[in-house]
């Protein structure tokens, strides 16, 4: 079946650094991609997505690039901020239906 | 536009009691909810998925008597966790899908904690 696989965290990075967090799937169609993002105490929010290959998805300085030949959907951000702090997790979509599959989600903590 | 409400987002209750959870879109239609279960620092795993006038469907190893979901209007979907147990203890959170809009499109509320003492 469908999977994700993300980075292992818990990411702790200085304000301003660069992130990248590591996101990779296995599907057996073209599915759509999505990163989301869920602050302490809150539901996820769509951060980005991107729908078939070769898309870039980008939002809020964020942004990730749907690689087919690597099966790869990484998250970058080149200058994070404390308020990034959060969980991040990256998901896919089938193309037969609605059904998002999750990651394990990554921990990010930006210490000022 | 595109909010979906959850209500209670904290409840505690005893052991053996049946907790309520309400999962309403707020501006607009959905003809399909879905119901998450995440425990802490993991991810989402889907419960079920919710379609409006009909029942629900269930992933595998989801008591289907024992988390009773319910989508009686294109607004309103509602978990009851029957017989709690603290094992039952979880962040159950729900999402919709917007009716009309491409199949990708699902909105997620902000959660309901539920700890079962």
């Known amino acids: 079946g469908d999977s994700v696989t993300q980075m292992e965290g818990p990411v702790t990075l200085s304000e301003e650094a660069f992130l990248t967090i590591n996101c990779t799937y296995t599907a057996t169609g073209y599915p759509s991609l999505f990163w989301y993002v869920q602050y302490p105490g809150e539901g996820l929010q769509l951060l980005l997505k991107?729908?078939?290959?070769?898309d870039k998805g980008s939002n809020k300085g964020f942004e990730a690039t749907y690689r087919k030949e690597t099966t790869s959907f990484h998250l970058e951000k080149g200058s994070v901020q404390v308020s990034d702090s959060a969980v991040y997790f990256c998901a896919l979509q089938e193309t037969s239906g609605s059904r998002l599959t999750f990651g394990e989600g990554t921990q990010l903590t930006v210490n000022p | 536009g595109a909010v979906v409400s959850q209500h209670p987002s904290r409840v505690i209750c005893k052991s053996g009691t049946s907790v309520k959870i309400e999962c309403r879109s707020l501006d607009f239609q959905a003809t399909t909810m879905f119901w998450y279960r995440q425990f802490p620092k993991q991810s989402l795993m889907l419960m079920a998925t919710s379609n409006e006038g009909s029942k629900a469907t269930y992933e595998q190893g989801v008591e289907k008597d024992k988390f009773l979901i319910n989508h009686a209007s294109l607004t309103l979907s509602t978990l009851t966790v029957t017989s709690a147990h603290p094992e039952d203890s979880s962040f159950y959170i729900c999402?919709?899908?917007?009716?009309?809009?491409?199949?990708?499109?699902?909105?997620f509320g902000p959660g309901t904690r539920l700890t079962v003492t």
């Open positions: 999402s919709a899908r917007v009716v009309g809009r491409v199949f990708y499109e699902q909105y």
């Open positions: 991107a729908t078939k290959a070769d």
